[in-house]
C-alpha cells in the first residue's frame, strides 16, 4: 500500500529564517506531486506540482520554492521566511495518468499529515 | 476554467440531524468531482468521489453525494449527524484523465451540536 510522509509535524522558526520542508510517499513510482498551504481561516492554495523529477509547475509567485530531487521526494524551501508564511503545509501524490485509462483510478489526491508552520 | 463553490463557510447541526453541505460546480467538460473531510491538525481525507455512472455516491462514514448535471450541484449529506462528523468539508472538481491538479472550494466547517 502506498504511504505519505511529512516532516516535521510541527516548526516554529523567526522572520528571514530558511526553510525546508520534506515529503516521501512510498508504494508508488513516477506519481504527481503536490505541495498545498492552508492560512488560517482559509481554504487549500495549491503553491507547486510536479509530473516528474526536476519539473516543477508554481501556480502562485511568492516565496517559496520547490524542487524534486527524487521520484518519489518533493521538498518545500524557502531562503528568507516571512511572516506571512505561517500556515499548515500539505503535500499530496496523485497517480500519473494515462489517457483512456480506468476512470476514477486517477486524478484522486493522496494528503499527507501536514506541518503547521509559525514564523515568528 | 473549472471551478467549485461551496455555499456556507460554516454550518450548525444537532447530532441526529441531517447534514447538508452545498456544492456547486463549473466544468466545460463532464468533471470528476471529490468530497474531502479534514479534522484539526490532521490531512485531507478522501470521503467519496463521483466519476462515471450511477450519479447517486456513497462514502464513508455514512456520507453520500448526488452528482446533478442539470444543477451542476454535488452536495454532501448524511441522515443522521455525529459529534465525531465535525470537521472541515471540501469539495473538488478536475478533469477526467487530467491529473495534473484538483480545484478545491474554500471549505465548510461543520460543527454538531450535542
Known amino acids: 500500500s502506498q504511504t505519505i510522509h511529512q516532516w516535521p509535524a510541527t516548526l516554529v522558526q523567526p522572520v528571514g529564517s530558511p526553510l525546508s520542508l520534506e515529503c516521501t510517499v512510498e508504494g508508488t513510482s513516477n506519481p504527481n506531486l503536490y505541495w498545498y498551504r492552508q492560512a488560517a481561516g482559509r481554504g487549500l492554495q495549491l503553491l507547486f506540482y510536479s509530473v516528474g523529477i526536476g519539473q516543477i509547475s508554481s501556480e ?3 516565496n517559496l520554492s520547490a524542487s524534486r530531487p527524487q521520484d518519489r521526494q518533493f521538498i518545500l524551501s524557502s531562503k528568507k521566511l516571512l511572516l506571512s508564511d505561517s500556515g499548515f503545509y500539505l503535500c499530496a501524490w ?24 509559525t514564523v515568528l | 476554467a473549472q471551478s467549485v463553490t461551496q455555499l456556507g463557510s460554516h454550518v450548525s447541526v444537532s447530532e441526529g440531524a441531517l447534514v447538508l453541505l452545498r ?64 470537521a472541515e468539508y471540501f469539495c473538488a472538481v478536475s478533469r477526467p484523465f487530467n491529473t495534473d491538479k484538483l480545484i478545491f472550494g474554500t471549505g465548510t466547517r461543520l460543527q454538531v451540536f450535542p
Open chain 1, 60 to 62: 502562485v509567485p511568492q
Open chain 1, 94 to 117: 496523485s497517480r500519473a495518468g494515462i489517457a483512456g485509462a480506468t476512470p476514477g483510478g486517477y486524478n484522486e489526491q493522496f494528503f499527507g499529515p501536514g506541518t503547521r508552520l
Open chain 2, 23 to 86: 456544492c456547486n460546480y463549473s466544468s466545460s467538460v463532464p468533471p470528476y468531482l471529490f468530497w474531502y473531510v479534514q479534522y484539526p491538525n490532521q490531512g485531507l481525507q478522501l470521503l467519496l468521489k463521483y466519476t462515471t455512472g450511477a450519479t447517486l455516491v456513497k462514502g464513508i462514514n455514512g456520507f453520500e453525494a448526488e452528482f446533478k448535471k442539470s444543477e451542476t450541484s454535488f452536495h454532501l449529506t448524511k441522515p443522521s449527524a455525529h459529534m465525531s462528523d465535525a
